[in-house]
């Protein structure tokens, strides 16, 4: 202790390290419509189920896609678009896909990015019972 007190006194940042010229991320607003990410979520599950799973499951179809919610937190928050659809797989059964669509959510924060889980078919839990974490 004896070493701290004879130390040297903190100092406040001097004007180049306060980083004045970084403004911060700058929201649009504007998320591509629930339509737009059905083709990535078709091949990044059929990837998904043959890489992981070995398995030949595949979406075949999507019907009644409807949005669940848009921004349902606070403005700051990234924006993203909260979609529900009803899928039809390769083993003839239907079910529910929940997705989002996240404004500079793509590799490298660039682009959109679809986060999506089919309801009974995440196997690892990645996103809780029944999907529920891929819900708003």
Not at 31 to 47: G, H, K, M, W, Y
Not at 91 to 119: L, M, N
Request: hydrophobic content about 40%; charged content about 20%; proline content about 6%.
């Amino acid at each position: 202790m004896g070493l701290f007190a004879f130390g040297q006194a903190a100092e406040a940042a001097n004007p180049f390290e306060l980083n004045f010229w970084l403004s911060g991320p700058r929201y649009d607003g504007r998320v591509a419509p629930c339509e737009a990410a059905l083709s990535t979520i078709s091949s990044e599950f059929r990837e998904k189920e043959g890489k992981f799973w070995n398995s030949d499951l595949q979406i075949t179809g999507f019907g009644d896609i409807r949005e669940t919610a848009f921004r349902p937190w606070q403005s700051d928050n990234i924006p993203r678009r909260y979609c529900s659809a009803a899928v039809m797989l390769t083993d003839g059964k239907p079910r529910t896909v929940h997705y989002s669509i996240v404004e500079d959510g793509g590799f490298a924060s660039i682009g959109q990015g679809v986060e999506w889980c089919v309801t009974g078919l995440d196997r690892n839990w990645a996103y809780g019972p029944a999907c529920r974490a891929a819900r708003p």
